[in-house]
């Protein structure tokens, strides 16, 4: 593996989205000129003070940042190693880190005129950001959501239909987030003109990782502040779950270039490795879709594969092309875990501390309670809590009623 | 060099008129109806095959050629077997191009130099790719015309004047215009658009262009030949496979003759145009 290391973690992608052999831009014709407007209009906004200026007051009092970091105290007695602080994503205003990277895709949207916004959602959460993002400032609001995941996330339907937006239950393929992913293209490739999509992940074409990461990096730098004023110091270890991997980049790239801290991405292991799972990085090869070329599950003849997971969030085939490149150059550790480990963090949280976090949360608990255990009293880990439990309750209620018969 | 593509081009400009292009998914709903039927589209009067390679994510096509890819995938069929059945189709006929269409991941975990080598042998002639779009030419197309195929660029009408330059750079064979945006099966451009957008294209290259998207009747296809050097029909066409299938899916004894016999309609309409714009 790593042939060649970076002298540094933190300056990718190049001038064509690469890092790496991983990223780029395999989009339809029809598409392209639009992304190279959107790579200038952001490149314009990113060297604006004045839209980091509107942007941070939003962030502070509308999406009610910083988000505290906590130290779980119960949780570090339970698992007896690592004292564990718990970045309390959830707490945004949505409920989740995915209104961070919203806020600043819908900014860049207004700046470039556009009236009508499509997002395409697993667990309903990017969905359910993006809709209250296009209440807030009066934008057309269109999103495109699995079948699959519109049942199995039904709470988060009615929230982005209350909130106005159009919810479209997608019946082709699997049914799950890539499906949900292929149309909002679709959408996109029709509809060029006048819309803006607000990808809810790190992937898709350049400059989409880059500047997902770079609206979700807050979540690491705030930690990095806030971990000096805890304890002095920087911390040892972070984890995070990965599904396209946007929660994980955010806390992870303000640290990449800091080598005393170990840093760990959990996939979704579904039924297990070798079952059916939605572990890219675990279980797959690098391929090209949606844009971009990255780890992907897939056959023998570059068919795309059907991913797996309990939590909506994470089912998904892919991974953003950062994480394919942190994965082969060793900086980042990938580690999964499988729905039923998932579960039982689910009620370990709950019980322990009183945070019933996003099953998508979950598998990054679901590995702390195995790292912890093995780190001593004064190692600082920090796990990223990227969404609040809430949406996953009837889901749960069902999970358990079948186990007790 | 020359390729099947440039010949048949030129054999049509002597006969004052222009192409018609038939677009059918491999191994839909079968690989063996599947050639059956590819190798009834010239006599049926298709000049020029493009053969869909099937994929998973056909991220801009709409349902009707979705849902055949999916067909043909249930079948078996892989890349592998989409070379077979050009191999197939080669042994009768050396003379009408063949163009593969489709998604990159399947060609790039066959192995790029690879398939170059099987498609050129197989006799392939060129390959219309929509996920690779110019900034990703190192990818697939200067290897494709390094190995002797040619590399068919969509055009767009987002792709303007200071664009297609750069579309047009690498783009051998002929240009297909996508005369709307959006995907396969949606509704068709008026030719007056359409007229305009070609000669647009034409101001910045020699080669043919042809029109597709949204053509579905013999008149549509007449107007649009009117205005380009070919006209590409794919979505009615795998309607016509589809309607004849039974309850299951499977071929019928009528299935190769409905797809040939609304081929011949559409090419009489195409025939029937009045010399294409130059
Ligand atoms: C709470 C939560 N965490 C994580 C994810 C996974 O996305 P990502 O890997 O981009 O953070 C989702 C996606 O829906 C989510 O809702």
């Keep these: ?405 | 060099m020359t390729t099947r593509i440039d010949a048949r081009f030129a054999e049509l400009a002597k006969e004052g008129r222009s192409a018609f292009v038939t677009f059918l998914m491999a191994g839909d709903p079968d690989p063996k109806t599947s050639l059956d039927i590819i190798k009834a589209l010239p006599k049926a009067g298709a000049d020029i095959i493009e053969i869909g390679m099937p994929f998973t994510d056909p991220m801009a096509d709409g349902p009707s050629i979705q849902a055949a890819g999916l067909r043909a995938l249930k079948g078996g069929m892989t890349l592998r077997k989409t070379l077979e059945m050009v191999r197939g189709f080669r042994k009768e006929d050396d003379t009408t191009p063949l163009v593969l269409m489709g998604y990159y991941n399947p060609i790039y975990i066959y192995g790029v130099d690879k398939f170059l080598a099987d498609a050129k042998s197989a006799g392939v002639d060129g390959l219309i790719i929509v996920d690779l779009p110019p900034e990703e030419d190192d990818e697939l197309c200067i290897p494709a015309l390094k190995a002797g195929l040619n590399f068919i660029r969509l055009a767009t009408p987002t792709t303007d004047d200071k664009r297609l330059p750069a579309v047009l750079a690498n783009t051998s064979g002929f240009v297909y215009y996508v005369s709307i945006t959006g995907i396969t099966g949606a509704a068709a451009a008026d030719s007056k658009a359409v007229g305009d957008a070609v000669a647009r294209i034409k101001r910045h290259t020699k080669l043919p262009v042809c029109v597709g998207f949204g053509i579905r009747t013999p008149q549509a296809a007449r107007a649009i030949a009117e205005k380009a050097n070919g006209a590409v029909v794919g979505t009615a066409l795998v309607d016509a496979l589809r309607d004849s299938l039974d309850t299951q899916g499977q071929a019928t004894s009528k299935t190769v003759a409905a797809v040939a016999d609304l081929v011949a309609s559409l090419a009489q309409g195409v025939r029937g145009a009045k010399q294409a714009a130059e």
């Design chain 1, 1 to 405: 593996m790593n042939p060649k290391l970076p002298n540094s973690f933190r300056t990718g992608p190049d001038e064509r989205g690469h890092f790496g052999n991983f990223g780029g831009r395999f989009v339809a014709e029809t598409l392209m000129p639009l992304i190279l407007d959107l790579e200038k209009a952001y490149a314009a906004a990113k060297a604006d003070p004045s839209f980091q200026t509107e942007m941070n007051g939003y962030l502070k009092d509308y999406v009610g940042r910083p988000s505290p970091l906590y130290f779980a105290e119960r949780l570090t007695e339970h698992l007896g190693g690592a004292k564990i602080y718990l970045k309390r994503e959830e707490l945004n205003h949505t409920g989740s880190h995915k209104v961070n990277n919203v806020l600043g895709q819908i900014m860049v949207a207004r700046r470039m005129g556009k009236k009508r916004i499509i997002a395409e959602t697993g667990a309903g959460q990017h969905g359910v950001a993006t809709a209250t993002l296009c209440a807030r400032f009066g934008l057309e609001c269109v999103v495109y959501m699995g079948a699959v995941d519109v049942a199995r996330q039904a709470p988060n339907v009615f929230r982005m239909e209350m909130l106005g937006a159009k919810v479209v239950p997608v019946q082709s393929g699997t049914r799950t987030l890539k499906d949900a992913m292929n149309e909002a293209l679709r959408d996109w490739v029709t509809n060029v003109h006048n819309t803006f999509y607000c990808i809810g992940t790190v992937a898709g074409p350049h400059p989409y990782p880059m500047m997902v990461r770079d609206f979700q990096s807050v979540i690491g730098e705030e930690t990095r502040k806030q971990m000096q004023e805890a304890e002095g110091r920087l911390p040892d270890s972070l984890v995070a779950c990965i599904g396209g991997g946007s929660n994980a980049m955010g806390l992870f790239h303000p640290f990449l270039d800091d080598p005393s801290v170990e840093i760990f991405g959990v996939e979704a292991a579904g039924h297990g490795l070798t079952q059916l799972h939605a572990a890219s990085i675990a279980g797959g090869r690098a391929g090209v879709l949606h844009g971009n070329r990255t780890y992907l599950l897939m056959d023998d003849d570059g068919q795309i594969q059907d991913a797996h997971s309990i939590s909506a969030g994470l089912d998904y085939p892919g991974i953003g092309p950062e994480h394919s490149w942190l994965h082969e150059t060793g900086r980042v550790t990938y580690l999964s875990a499988t729905d039923d480990e998932a579960l039982a963090a689910f009620m370990l949280l709950s019980r322990l501390e009183g945070i019933p976090p996003a099953l998508e949360s979950a598998h990054a608990i679901a590995k702390v309670t195995e790292l912890a255990p093995k780190r001593p009293k004064d190692h600082l880990m920090v796990v990223n809590l990227s969404g609040r439990g809430d949406k996953d309750i009837p889901q749960i209620t069902e999970i358990l009623k079948g186990k007790k018969q």
